[in-house]
Antibody, heavy 118, light 110 residues
Framework: EVQLVQSGAEVKKPGESLKISCKGS????????IGWVRQMPGKGLEWMGI????????RYSPSFQGQVTISADKSISTAYLQWSSLKASDTAMYYC???????????WGQGTLVTVSS | QSALTQPASVSGSPGQSITISCTGT?????????VSWYQQHPGKAPKLMIY???SRPSGVSNRFSGSKSGDTASLTISGLQAEDEADYYC??????????FGGGTKLTVL
């Protein structure tokens, strides 16, 4: 069974750093893109970027370039999304998703809620 | 890379059909047959409903269908059911090789 299991909810202060994770199982993790999606409270979905774990080829959506870092460790089937200095506006639910055989994302993690507040 | 354009809301009665449009440009929807549609119920993760414009993943009802004409893709839901009430998002591959979502459409089943 394909599963993506994300790390738990986080409460942070502005300026703090954070790294959240997404662990895949039940499929060849290295050979499918992992995407990260932001959903701010009451708002729509936004693609942040995608990574191909096999060679760590990473592509960022223009709005998120330089704002976050996406990485992956194929040896432990885990992808990461990290911030070096959080802002209140980073408060959101973050989802990871696995690509299917093409440019679609067929399995999703349960989401990680990140709250940034002083 | 701008978000694709979807209507904010659509509604229909049980048993009826509705169509949600998704308008982009030749750099995304119009340039590739890689449009996907996702359903999201409140508090839940998105679910893939349609991929590659008109293909359905295993397990998705055949009441859901997709199409594309030029820069506009469409999702049609026939035989509306109460459980179809949700938010729907289109997504497309783009020239910049990262995908882009539409703004989302809230479907209300009357």
């Amino acid at each position: 069974e394909v599963q993506l299991v994300q790390s738990g909810a986080e409460v942070k202060k502005p300026g703090e750093s954070l790294k959240i994770s997404c662990k895949g199982s039940g499929y060849g993790f290295a050979n499918y893109w992992i995407g990260w999606v932001r959903q701010m409270p009451g708002k729509g979905l936004e693609w942040m970027g995608i990574i191909y774990p096999s060679d760590s080829d990473t592509r960022y959506s223009p709005s998120f370039q330089g704002q976050v870092t996406i990485s992956a460790d194929k040896s432990i089937s885990t992808a990461y999304l990290q911030w070096s200095s959080l802002k209140a506006s980073d408060t959101a639910m973050y989802y990871c998703a696995k690509s299917g055989d093409g440019y679609n994302f067929d399995y999703w993690g349960q989401g990680t809620l990140v709250t940034v507040s002083s | 890379q701008s978000a694709l354009t979807q209507p904010a809301s659509v509604s229909g009665s049980p048993g009826q059909s509705i169509t949600i449009s998704c308008t982009g440009t030749s750099s995304d929807v119009g340039g590739y047959n890689y449009v996907s549609w996702y359903q999201q119920h409140p508090g839940k993760a998105p679910k893939l409903m349609i991929y590659d414009v008109k293909s359905r993943p295993s397990g998705v009802s055949n009441r859901f269908s997709g199409s594309k004409s030029g820069d506009t893709a469409s999702l049609t839901i026939s035989g509306l059911q109460a459980e179809d009430e949700a938010d729907y998002y289109c997504s497309s591959f783009t020239d910049s090789t990262t995908p882009v979502f539409g703004g989302g459409t809230k479907l209300t089943v009357l």
